[in-house]
């Protein structure tokens, strides 16, 4: 079971990874978030955040290969995927379509790094 559970993690992983390479294209910004960037202020935020998805998804990625770390890139991860999640229904306005989807891939994500930890947990 902790292979499955590193499976899981190493998927999580890859799905937090992504977004880190948007720090360094940031032309796709607008286009991966629906948004229109207003000014350079922006553009330094979402590529911040774009570089600390990939502290995140690095961690996560390490943790399954190394067989290392289990518990703090399974919670880093998790506070990341939930908090973007509750913070989508909190505000819950007019979120566009892309932003949706992306909520979406947090709430899959989710599922499989839980159901990773559980299995890996309730193993015999």
Do not use: Q, W
């Not at 910004?29 to 553009?43: A, D, F, Q, R, T």
């Not at 935020?45 to 290392?68: D, E, T, V």
């Amino acid at each position: 079971m902790e292979n499955i559970y590193r499976i899981a993690l190493f998927l999580a992983g890859m799905i937090n990874l992504l977004p880190a390479f948007l720090a360094f294209i940031p032309d796709r910004i607008s286009k991966s978030y629906g948004i229109e960037l207003p000014n350079e202020n922006y553009e330094l935020l979402l590529r911040h955040r774009a570089i600390l998805f990939g502290i995140i998804g690095g961690l996560m990625i390490y943790s399954a290969i190394a067989k290392k770390y289990y518990t703090i890139a399974t919670t880093v991860g998790l506070i990341s995927m939930v908090s973007f999640i509750l913070l989508y229904f909190l505000i819950g306005k007019d979120i566009n379509s892309e932003l949706k989807k992306i909520m979406i891939v947090d709430i899959v994500a989710t599922g499989i790094l839980c159901l990773g930890v559980l299995l890996f947990k309730l193993r015999p």
